[in-house]
């Protein structure tokens, strides 16, 4: 059952992140490089794109949908209502395409029509059934009246910012200009305050500077609220991200057990059943031999006797492989027990669980301690290991720790992939941490179920 992984460790260091060579550092404060950095001026962007976009998605939806329901007392309603809600569709798309260039937000398509019947009336009725549709549709909705909110106060805040921190660059326009001593902060019939000298010039373009390293952070928090609609209602809903999930699932797990089966398969035709082969023919051999020679016959014997005894461990090797008898009969303890003491490197093991789980989840748990140990055994040059296992609340967590020289990497393709995959078939989780040098920690973390209680 060990799985081969090769070049998992050793590989050397890195943070595990795409691209990461290392932490960027910068001279500037975050909240001073916002007003200049692309991110900001993207989310300006999409905040100003938005108000256009919104008015034409607004004016669609409204526009289709009530000549829709004014014609659903006629034939053509229903074909209007399902091209309304297939060009909202439409307009998902777009609005998806703009998010990920503007915010960076990826999210993924929603799930295709559904075509039961062939034809415009099986199309016409995928789309009216769709929950992707009508989704698009309330965004197109909601979105335009988000849009004009965020448009105004974004443009507002952001002008404002950038108009008063340039006042002392543009403040002569108005005695030259207009007449006036300078920007008028207040006037009536017998009253009038300008900002014309150099002390409230000054406290004019600090404020300016307030407004507009706040700008950045206050359009971001209203993008974020694009962002939640984006991905709520334009990308695919929590029901079929989980079938399609467990589609993936279901995948993995035929993929194991057929892999499963071809190892049992292997293993007893080129191990068990070759011996019991030679076995079988040496027995016949000896047969015609009793008589003539009893002393080689004797020998024949003797020799498949040891045939015998390395078949049976043999056997009993492929037995512990599908499902050991330590296991069903005393339980994760002793069986981690038993395979630390056939780790080539001295292995501490702690369990602390106060009841078993099924039998599924406390076989999938042996089984990946057993693989990542013999991992140990095989690739990671450790002179200890630890094995620890207990439970927090609806999760079984297990942890091995080698001081090994570390590189192991779970997103390399390596056997530790596999193993990842089979934890995710049963919705349990694998973290890989590896630092080049070591040490390695391993932990898993698997769904918590005891056995039902029968009477």
């Known amino acids: 059952m060990a799985t081969e992984y090769g070049q998992s460790y050793g590989l050397g260091g890195g943070s595990g992140i795409p691209g990461d060579t290392g932490a960027r550092r910068h001279r500037l404060p975050a909240g001073l490089r916002a007003p200049f950095e692309a991110r900001s001026w993207r989310e300006f962007g999409y905040v100003l ?146 900002l014309d000298n150099p002390f409230e010039i000054t406290v004019t373009a600090l404020v300016g500077l307030l407004f507009t390293l706040a700008t950045p952070w206050l359009v971001r928090a209203l993008t974020m609220v694009d962002r939640v609609m984006v991905h709520g209602l334009l990308g695919p809903s929590r029901l079929a991200t989980r079938v399609v999930e467990l589609e993936s699932d279901r995948g993995a797990v035929v993929d194991t057990a057929a892999a499963d089966l071809r190892r049992i398969e292997r293993d007893l035709h080129d191990g068990a059943q070759a011996r019991l082969v030679n076995l079988a023919m040496g027995l016949g051999l000896a047969k015609e031999k009793l008589r003539e020679d009893p002393r080689a016959a004797a020998v024949m014997v003797d020799e498949a006797h040891g045939e015998v005894k390395t078949a049976l461990q043999e056997l009993r090797d492929l037995a512990r492989g599908i499902h050991p008898a330590v296991l069903t009969d005393r339980g994760l303890d002793a069986a981690l027990s038993a395979v630390a003491s056939r780790c080539a490197v001295p292995v501490r093991v702690e369990v602390d669980l106060a009841e078993r789980p099924v039998s599924a989840i406390e076989g999938i748990a042996y089984f990946t301690v057993s693989e990542l140990l013999q991992n140990i055994s095989k690739h990671a040059r450790a002179t200890s290991a630890a094995v620890e296992v207990w439970r927090v609340e609806n999760r079984l967590m297990l942890q091995v720790v080698d001081n090994g020289m570390g590189g192991a990497d779970a997103s390399a393709g390596s056997g530790l992939a596999g193993l990842a995959e089979r934890l995710d078939a049963v919705d349990g989780i694998l973290v890989v941490d590896s630092p080049a040098g070591g040490p390695t920690r391993v932990t898993a973390e698997l769904p918590w179920r005891t056995e039902p209680v029968t009477r």
């Not at 448009?151 to 005695?175: K, R």
Request: charged share 10%.
């Open 49 to 194: 794109v938005g108000l256009p976009v919104g008015i034409l998605l607004f004016t669609y939806a409204v526009t289709m949908m009530s000549l829709g329901a004014g014609l659903l007392v006629t034939f053509l309603g229903v074909p209007v209502l399902a091209a309304a809600l297939a060009g909202c569709r439409g307009f998902g798309a777009m609005e998806r395409v703009r998010a990920r260039a503007l915010l960076g937000l990826q999210v993924s398509d929603p799930e295709p029509l559904r075509l039961k019947k062939q034809g415009a009336m099986g199309w016409m009725g995928a789309v009216l059934k769709s929950g992707t549709s009508w989704r698009s549709l309330l965004y197109a909705l909601l979105q335009f009246p988000w849009a004009v909110f965020s448009f105004v106060v974004s443009v507002a805040v952001w002008t404002t910012g950038w108009t008063m921190l340039t006042y002392p660059l543009w403040f002569w326009v108005f005695p030259m200009y207009a007449g006036q001593d300078g920007l008028q902060l207040y006037g009536d019939e017998t009253h009038q305050v300008y």
